[in-house]
């Protein structure tokens, strides 16, 4: 899932000052999970603006709405009504959703409550940690299932390196060496040899297309 964390409320704030009404999105996908965006953070965060906002004798009015899905065009059709009477729009998905509601509400200045910051997934209760860099070229068959791009700090197809001390990372003793548990695994599965073969370097223009990717569903005719 993607995960993403709130930004300073003071931050959120001043990107609305010159509003005298906002509306809240919240998105019940990924952020709903990580505990960024969901409808108890939406609420949360109206709330706490509207009291800031007293405070400084400029009330602000807000209304509040979570879309299933921000990064889904027919949901965030639900919000037409809505922002037809405010100054403003915070959305709190990553930042694909923002960039939805900007492209839909072309007339409205839409502004990200939160820091989109990875693709990850929980390691224990409310701790995620990235796992996937999105290379667009996956090699975890070549790896035990362990992604090297990110759980290396050097991204080496290749390792271990040098730094590798007792299982750790040079980069700091907190951090296990991702090619050691590439070795375990592969050790534990019988398939070392596997890691002499050396990886070419990565085709990472597969990372990108020009511009942004597309994947396209088999079924979808292109007109
Ligand atoms: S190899 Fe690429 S696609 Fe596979 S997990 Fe790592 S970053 Fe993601
Ligand atoms: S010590 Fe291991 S994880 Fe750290 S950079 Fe070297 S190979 Fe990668």
């Known amino acids: 899932m993607i995960v993403a964390q709130q930004k300073n409320i003071k931050d959120i704030a001043e990107m609305v000052a010159d509003a005298q009404k906002v509306l809240l999105a919240g998105c019940a996908g990924c952020v709903t999970v990580c505990l960024a965006g969901g409808e108890k953070e939406t609420e949360v965060l109206a709330a706490a603006l509207r009291i800031m906002r007293k405070l400084q004798g400029n009330p602000l009015e807000t209304v509040t709405y979570v879309a299933t899905r921000q990064c889904d065009p027919e949901y965030i059709e639900a919000m037409d009504g809505l922002v037809k009477d405010v100054d403003a729009v915070i959305s709190l998905a990553c930042g694909v959703g923002v960039q939805y509601l900007a492209e839909r509400f072309k007339d409205k200045w839409v502004v990200p409550a939160l820091d989109t910051k990875f693709v990850g997934g929980a390691v224990k209760h409310g701790v995620w940690e990235e796992r996937c860099g999105l290379c667009g070229d996956c090699v975890l068959h070549r790896t035990g299932g362990i992604c090297p791009i990110i759980r290396c700090s050097k991204s080496i197809l290749n390792g271990p ?17 991702a090619w050691q548990l590439i070795y375990d695994r592969m050790k534990a599965l019988g398939k070392l040899d596997k890691l002499m073969e050396i990886q070419m370097p990565k085709d990472w223009s597969k990372a990108r297309d020009g511009g942004p990717r597309r994947a396209i569903r088999e079924d979808v005719i292109i007109g």
């Open 161 to 177: 390196c040098g730094g590798s001390q007792n299982g750790k990372c040079e980069i700091s003793k907190d951090v296990d060496c």
